[in-house]
Structure formats: structure tokens, C-alpha cells
């Protein structure tokens, strides 16, 4: 059985018997895989508290061909994230990005979303409070395009008709993007007005200035972007993080 030693991040972890952990990992080189850390549970575990959700490291594991559950052996941290945990908003936008990544990324490697998600987290950790908001909202995007769904906004996604640059726009996160005014008579579109248009093309493009969003506008923009990513990549199942992040429950009165 071949040992494979790769960079990993954490994205969910949960106990397996008395002593050990299962934990659901992000490789660079081998997709998403699980393992089973033996002892991990026990007070003297070499594993120590290397295995906290959403860190980095360098994952050791002995692959079993044909099966689901390798053998994880060690993991190096290289980095815990412990700015993460320490907010709510924080968290909840990362464990959002670690869900979507558990769900979504193929079996097969994916090093740009390993790297992009990597290079995510880091940033929702170092983001100024104010911008914990519009950050998560952005990277969310972009992970979410790079495992193949961008959303398409420049064109009709429905026909190709190209849509004029100004003003509002008909949003349909079941097609995918904006909508001719023709395709988007009758339909269940969003429309977004010229100004939430225009935060969410700056949402989508790592260069332009993030918006400042007020609690409406984030929240409308958490909506769209949650039924975006439950149509073209939820196919039904239960997303515990992301509504947990898209509702923000601990904001509540
Ligand atoms: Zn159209």
C-alpha cells in the first residue's frame, strides 16, 4: 500500500470509536480524501492537536486502493487558524469555503482550488472586521468558480445576448447568471439594481475594490450566492455551513 505524503487542510473531522478520528481532508495532489488517525483521541496521541478543522499541514497517508478510508499516519501542522475560530463571522464564512470544498471538489486533483482555498482562509483570517463580510462573499465566489461554475454576467445565459452594461440586471441562479429581458419575462429571476449589480461584478473580479455592503445588501448578496451554489452544486443535499452562514443566526435579537 503506497504511502503518500501531501499538503492537506482539515475540512471536517469526527470521532471514531473510543480513541480515534476520522477526518475529511483537502490534498494538493490527491483531491479530497478521508483517514482514519488511530489514537488520535488518546491524551498522548502523536497527533496531538495537529488535527483542528481548517489547518495546515503535511498529511501522511497510507492509500488503500479501491476503498474510501486511507490510513492516516501523521500530519505536520504547518499552520493552525486560530483567528478563525475566534469569530463568528470568520468562521462561519470559512467553514463554508471547507464545506463547499468537501462537496464539491472532484475526486481527482484540483490543485487550484487546494491553492485558492488555502490562500482563502488565510485572507478571511487577516481580513479588518469590516470586511470579513464582503471577503467571505468573494472567496465563496471564487471557489465556487473554480470548480467550474462561474456565474455569467456579461451575456444572456440563457441565448448569448449580449446585455447592456448599465442598469439592472435579472439574476437566475437556477440558469446560472443574468438574463436577457426576453428570457427573464415570466421567470423567477432576481433583479438586482445597478448598485447591487455593480458589487457583484466587484465581488467577482479579485482586483477590483470590495464593496462596502450594508447588513441588507450582504445578506441579499449571502442569498443569491447560497441558491447559486445549491442549484449547481448542492443537487440536494443538506449544507449545514452555508445556511448557517448565510442566515448569521448568532446576529440575532
Ligand atoms: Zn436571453
Known amino acids: ?20 478520528k476520522i477526518v475529511r481532508l483537502a490534498t494538493r495532489e490527491h483531491g479530497v480524501q478521508s483517514g482514519i488517525a488511530k489514537g488520535a483521541l488518546r491524551p498522548k496521541s502523536r497527533f496531538g492537536a495537529a488535527l483542528q478543522l481548517l489547518s495546515d499541514g503535511v498529511a501522511h497517508l497510507v492509500v488503500k486502493e ?9 500530519f505536520d501542522v504547518t499552520r493552525v487558524r486560530i483567528g478563525l475560530a475566534e469569530r463568528l463571522d470568520r468562521y462561519a464564512a470559512a467553514s463554508s469555503l471547507a464545506e463547499v470544498m468537501l462537496r464539491f471538489a472532484p475526486p481527482d486533483p484540483h490543485p487550484d482550488s487546494f491553492d485558492l482555498l488555502r490562500h482563502a482562509l488565510d485572507l478571511l483570517e487577516a481580513a479588518p472586521e469590516a470586511e470579513v ?7 465563496l465566489w471564487a471557489l465556487v468558480g473554480s470548480l467550474g461554475f462561474s456565474p455569467s454576467l456579461d451575456t444572456c445565459v440563457r ?11 435579472a439574476f437566475s441562479a437556477r440558469d446560472g447568471g443574468a438574463l436577457c429581458a426576453a428570457c427573464a419575462r415570466g421567470q423567477a429571476a432576481t433583479l438586482l439594481p445597478a448598485d447591487a449589480r455593480g458589487d ?3 465581488l467577482l473580479d479579485p482586483d ?6 450594508d447588513d441588507r445588501h450582504a445578506a441579499a448578496h449571502r442569498r443569491l ?8 452544486l448542492g443537487e440536494g443535499a443538506a449544507l449545514p455551513a452555508l445556511e448557517f452562514w448565510e442566515r448569521r443566526p448568532w446576529t440575532a435579537a
Open 208 to 213: 477590483a475594490p470590495l464593496p462596502a455592503l
Open 200 to 202: 457583484l461584478v466587484a
Open 133 to 139: 463580510e464582503a471577503t467571505g462573499l468573494r472567496l
Open 66 to 74: 479501491h476503498r474510501d478510508l486511507h490510513l492516516l499516519t501523521a
Open 159 to 169: 441565448d448569448g445576448t449580449p446585455l447592456d452594461p448599465a442598469g439592472s440586471l
Open 1 to 20: 500500500m503506497p504511502l503518500v505524503i501531501t499538503p492537506a487542510i482539515v475540512l471536517a473531522s469526527l470521532r471514531y470509536s473510543e480513541t480515534s
Open 225 to 232: 450566492l447560497s441558491r447559486f451554489i445549491r442549484f449547481h
